[in-house]
């Protein structure tokens, strides 16, 4: 093989991997993704086998795209290990926690609800809940928290529980 084949051979490559790289930097924005971090966790005994947990969170749209909600969940670990499936409550069972139920605290934000959107590079503070068929002592020894976004379009985004926010 000729030099002059290996210099194109490489020419050709180094043109191929700057185009690919000029198409995925440019279409960045079309990856449909939410980033963020929960702010607080509350906890309130409903029972002795029942428990309800409100989280407070900020989350980030940082694509050129709508997110639009189609659920939201919370999973928590507990420390067994065993993953466990919060049931989520409504927006305005959530508004009657909170006008009812004083020992929970003041309502920071409004609860990220079905149809919400968060639009394209915008951010925001919302809450969430969930009902856990457990006692609060098994809730504050959990091993993780992560609340669970779904868009529309099949997009999932989770965001964890940092172990300082506990409790």
Do not use: C
Not at 40 to 58: C, G, Q, Y
Not at 148 to 159: A, F, K, M, N, Y
């Amino acid at each position: 093989m000729s030099k002059q084949f290996w210099i194109l051979l490489g020419v050709g490559l180094a043109v191929v991997a700057a185009g690919l790289g000029i198409l995925l930097v440019g279409t960045k924005g079309n990856h449909l993704e939410l980033d963020g971090e929960i702010l607080h966790t509350r906890v309130m005994e409903l029972n002795p086998n029942a428990s309800l947990v409100i989280v407070d969170f900020r989350v980030r749209n940082p694509s050129d795209v709508p997110f639009v909600v189609k659920s939201v969940t919370l999973e928590l670990t507990p420390a067994s290990g065993q993953e466990v499936d919060g049931r989520t409550i409504s927006k305005p069972d959530l508004e009657n926690v909170f006008q009812y139920e004083k020992l929970i605290g003041p309502k920071f934000n409004d609860a990220l609800s079905i149809e919400d959107r968060i639009g394209p590079h915008q951010t925001t503070d919302r809450m969430a809940g969930a009902r856990f068929e457990m006692g609060e002592s098994a809730i504050d020894a959990r091993k993780a928290l992560k609340l669970r976004i779904e868009d529309l379009d099949g997009t999932v985004s989770e965001i964890g529980e940092r172990s300082a926010l506990k409790k």
